[in-house]
């Protein structure tokens, strides 16, 4: 059992959820309410990691994020370590890759909203902030939800984008879902049946909480 | 504030309480040096730095693939100190571009064996004279190799089917590993009839369960020469291991997985 490899996956899916939660209410609720011109380009940026295999996503942020290029180049003039095969790198990779699970079903659920009820709090005065907190994030609050669970799976079990741009370093870019592929070509069945028993049973146990959670949430509002 | 305020609240002190205990235990292990190693290495190595631990107490953190593949990371910023290639051509390049420390050193041979699961109707003959005849009467049905784009024993491989005219008819039945120890699981998983596969890896414990082995003779190859070298960031740990990768324990180690040393005969 790689415990170092499971709370690296852990700290990802962590950092992960926690950023995608205030980019995805911003992101989701623009593109809900927005009236811009071009919006469906944005959309269909946001939703692009859903199309594309995870090599070729992989790919491209390895190219991206590479010594070569001027993220790469900024990011080690920055911080004096490369962007690619570290820890950092992946977050990064993580959170864009999980853009179209986290924004989706938040801009769902912002859209479900009644127009009249976001109206009729402005006309009464409320400042936006204050629509935001108290009528918008309450309302949309499963949707959201929902978002952020999905975020949790996905990031959980990516394993295509984790390879391409981490380069399975030990306690740095080795996530378990590594950890087990790296078990299997050491001939390690046992090793690699227990961590992916490990991994099948909190993923159950975390997503069946959270929709339990919710689910007390749905019965307060209703 | 209402319920859900309170729920929201309550749940991200949970998820912030969590992470900072998950934070506080990932940097225990990751000062010590990165070694990237080809997948040959996997079981002589993981005994080697074990023995390095035991014997000069630091450690050392191992990541295994394709020598290829190691080669294009190094070039894309990878942060490793030492690179323990399969094949001095890559090490050799990097060098040539500035990306090591000076041309580094030989550290092994390596040597290509068929590798036969028990059970395939197969026979252990490393001149490949079955093999050949297998691929024509329909016994074979999948053969296992490493890679030949970017690891150095699926190239060999390659050559060694070559040499025994048999490359073409065979690759409609090839699986190809991402790397030999890949390509030793699949031809040991039981969905491969055999496959080509590095020495070290068929003298492991593990695979010695799963099957047999015959050697395939080193002149139908050229030569797998294994060059080790330290990369920019190589600190003194790594310097250490470097080192000790060359004096006497971990040569025998080396040896008793089948390599071949620089300066050495051959057994066989």
């Not at chain 1, 976001?118 to 005065?125: D, K, N, Q, S, Y």
């Not at chain 2, 070694?35 to 390095?52: K, S």
Request: aromatic share 10%; charged share 20%; proline share 6%.
């Amino acid at each position: 059992m790689d415990w170092v490899a499971l709370r690296l996956s852990l700290e990802l899916v962590g950092l992960t959820v926690l950023l995608l939660l205030p980019i995805g209410v911003a992101l989701g609720r623009f593109l809900a309410y927005s009236e811009m011109r071009g919006k469906e380009i944005l959309e269909a940026l946001v939703a692009l990691p859903l199309v594309l295999p995870p090599t070729v996503f992989g790919y491209y942020l390895l190219v991206a994020f590479g010594a070569a290029s001027p993220l790469g180049r900024a990011w080690q003039a920055l911080f004096d370590r490369p962007l690619v095969f570290t820890f950092e790198g992946l977050l990064l990779a993580s959170v864009i890759f999980n853009l179209p699970f986290a924004v989706q079903p938040m801009q769902r659920a912002f859209e479900a909203i009644a127009p009249d009820l976001r109206a009729a709090a402005a006309c009464c005065g409320m400042a936006p902030w204050r629509v935001l907190l108290r009528i918008e994030l309450p309302l949309a609050w499963p949707g959201i939800l929902t978002a952020l669970v999905l975020a949790f799976a996905h990031t959980l079990g990516e394993f295509g984008i984790v390879l391409m741009v981490g380069g399975a370093i030990p306690g740095e870019t080795k996530t378990i879902a590594i950890a087990i592929y790296d078990r299997v070509q050491a001939f390690d069945d046992r090793a690699a049946a227990q961590m992916a028993t490990v991994l099948l049973l909190f993923s159950l146990a975390t997503i069946a909480v959270t929709f339990f959670a919710s689910r007390r949430v749905g019965r307060r509002l209703g | 504030m209402t319920a859900i305020g309170r729920m929201v609240r309550r749940g991200l002190g949970a998820i912030a309480a969590a992470l900072s205990v998950l934070l506080a235990g990932a940097a225990a292990a990751a000062d010590a040096p990165l070694v990237a190693a080809a997948a040959d290495l996997r079981f002589a190595l993981a005994e080697i730095a074990e023995r390095f631990r035991r014997d000069v107490g630091a450690a050392v953190r191992l990541v295994f693939g394709s020598s290829g593949n190691f080669a294009r990371q190094i070039r894309q910023g990878a942060p490793f100190a030492l690179f323990l290639s399969a094949d001095e051509a890559y090490v050799l390049d990097l060098a040539r571009d500035g990306f090591t420390r000076d041309e580094g050193t030989l550290y092994a041979i390596g040597r290509l064996v068929l590798m036969v699961p028990n059970g395939s109707p197969l026979a252990l003959d490393g001149t490949l004279a079955d093999l050949a005849r297998a691929v024509r009467d329909g016994r074979l049905r999948r053969f296992a190799i490493a890679n030949p784009e970017h690891a150095p024993y699926g190239k060999r491989a390659e050559e060694v089917l070559r040499y025994k005219g048999i490359w073409e008819e065979i690759r409609p039945f090839l699986v190809y590993g991402e790397n030999v120890a890949q390509a030793a699981q699949f031809a040991t998983s039981g969905n491969a009839e055999g496959g080509i596969v590095a020495y070290s890896l068929a003298l492991s414990p593990q695979l010695e369960a799963l099957g047999g082995h015959a050697p395939i003779p080193a002149e139908w190859h050229t030569p797998l020469r294994q060059r080790m070298v330290r990369l920019r960031g190589a600190g003194p740990v790594a310097d250490r291991f470097y080192r000790y990768l060359q004096e006497e324990p971990a040569r025998a180690v080396f040896r008793r997985y089948g390599f071949v040393l620089p300066g050495e005969p051959a057994t066989e």
